[in-house]
């Protein structure tokens, strides 16, 4: 089995015509993609948002929903890059197609080199979501910067090194600034049912968080001790 590199964009081709489906699928998996095929719109918008391509190649007329109804349905949350083609391919379509929220628009016929170049100019246009992960993954706060899908803690830049519970505790914590957090609430949220311990745990592990993310962890100024209920992060 070879592994796909990294890097490897997934691109969706929504298309009910067979024989161009077929040669637009082929051409981009020889070019490494991972592609994805749907012959209606409705399928092709599901899968959208089931598998989150990377770049859509998209029909505009389609049985189920038609492609200014999918490019729309999309554009509502999401920023996914999206070629329009074509049969008709006059001025007018490639603006209602633009205002659609379409990136790009490719009148047919096309030749395949073309097709695979506007993808290409697409995805390096696009926002690089390998490099930046989804906004819910990055949390900041002040000089702290989270990164949760790496488990990447930086403090004024510099990498600063988590047990996975302290982690997991820095994180449940900039998730909910600016409430008063009991420690059974936050042994509960971030031990879940894997422990039986009891809430000095959380004491503990506080401490430990506060020689790491404090400019003084004997004056914390981050996680504030609320006397008789618990802690609360400044955010
Ligand atoms: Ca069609």
């Not at 993609?33 to 409705?42: E, K, N």
């Not at 189920?64 to 391919?89: K, W, Y």
Request: contains cysteine; proline residues 5%; charged residues 30%.
């Amino acid at each position: 089995m070879t592994a796909a590199p990294a890097t490897t964009a997934t691109i969706l081709i929504i298309e009910d015509e067979e024989a161009l489906l077929l040669a637009m699928a082929h051409h981009l998996r020889r070019e490494g993609y991972g592609v994805l095929t749907a012959a209606r719109g409705d399928d092709g918008l599901r899968l959208a948002r089931e598998r989150e391509p990377d770049a859509i190649v998209l029909d505009l007329m389609l049985p189920g929903v038609d492609g200014m109804g999918v490019c729309r349905a999309l554009r509502r949350d999401s920023r996914v890059p999206i070629i329009m083609v074509t049969a008709l391919g006059g001025e007018g379509d490639r603006i209602v197609g633009l205002d659609a929220g379409a990136d790009d628009y490719l009148p047919k016929p096309f030749g395949m080199r073309e097709l695979l170049a506007r993808v290409r100019a697409l995805l390096r246009r696009a926002p690089a979501r390998t490099a930046e992960p989804p906004a819910e993954d990055m949390l900041r706060s002040g000089d702290l910067e989270v990164n949760a899908a790496r488990r990447e803690v930086r403090r004024g830049g510099a990498l600063v090194r988590m047990k996975p519970r302290e982690f997991e505790l820095l994180l449940f914590l900039l998730r909910n600034p600016g409430q008063v957090l009991s420690r059974e609430h936050i042994l509960e949220s971030v031990w879940e049912h894997d422990f039986h311990g009891d809430a000095r745990t959380v004491d503990v592990h506080v401490r430990w968080l506060r020689q790491k993310i404090e400019a003084n962890a004997a004056s914390p100024e981050r996680i504030r001790t609320v006397r008789g209920s618990g802690y609360l992060f400044e955010g």
